[in-house]
């Protein structure tokens, strides 16, 4: 049994390798299979969360790397149901690093999927994550806002959380003086 173990996490590392490999030259920072949201840097995070084609690409050649699908500039190749897949998986992504960026600026509390390894969060979106793609982790009871979000309906909360995106990225753009991507 320990064989089937040491492979599975010998063929995730090798995996993680290839999501990260864009990652490495881009960020000049060292990722691997253990990563969490938590432990990219403020620059790196900065870039993430921006959205947009420049911003988002290093996450689609993470997901598509990880999955062997290629990198991701050949994402308009692939068949509709891996496009999906992973569109689904990179939007899911976006939202962590987004969620991470608020925690660390104590808008949100902690959350468990921040501190999971992003290769594992890939792995197990299509069986954990794909039905609750919505949830957001809940609001600090420091932020301004929390009255409101305390009042609201469960659906309307994770609106609230989400409505601070914008602001968040404003925020991260001062933080780490603009755009790092190279």
Same mark, same amino acid.
């Not at 993470?62 to 689904?88: I, R, S, W, Y």
């Not at 469960?154 to 609230?160: M, T, V």
């Not at 968040?168 to 755009?179: L, S």
């Given at each position: ?80 149901a891996d496009k999906m897949e992973v569109m689904d998986i990179v939007i899911f992504l976006l939202d962590q690093f987004r969620f991470e960026a608020m ?9 468990? =999927? ?5 290769? !594992?969060? $890939?792995?197990? @979106? ?5 039905? %609750?793609?919505? +949830? ?23 609106? =609230? ?5 914008? !602001?968040? $990225?404003?925020? @991260? ?5 603009? %755009?790092?991507? +190279?």
């Amino acid at each position: 049994m320990n064989e089937v173990v040491d492979f599975q996490s010998k063929k995730r590392q090798i995996a993680a390798r290839k999501g990260f490999r864009s990652w490495v030259t881009r960020f000049s920072e060292s990722f691997d299979e253990h990563t969490r949201f938590r432990d990219v840097s403020d620059r790196t995070l900065g870039t993430l969360i921006k959205g947009g084609e420049e911003s988002t690409r290093p996450v689609y050649d993470l997901v598509m790397g990880f999955q062997g699908l290629g990198a991701g500039f050949k994402f308009h190749d692939l068949e509709a149901a891996d496009k999906m897949e992973v569109m689904d998986i990179v939007i899911f992504l976006l939202d962590q690093f987004r969620f991470e960026a608020m925690r660390r600026l104590g808008w949100l509390e902690d959350d468990p =999927i921040l501190d999971m390894p992003v290769v !594992e969060a $890939i792995h197990e @979106y299509p069986s954990r994550f794909v039905h %609750d793609h919505h +949830r957001t982790p809940k609001l600090s009871s420091h932020h301004p806002r929390y009255e409101e979000y305390t009042r609201a309906f469960e659906n309307d909360r994770y609106a =609230i959380v989400r409505k601070l995106i914008p !602001e968040v $990225i404003e925020i @991260y753009e001062r933080k780490t003086g603009g %755009d790092p991507v +190279r």
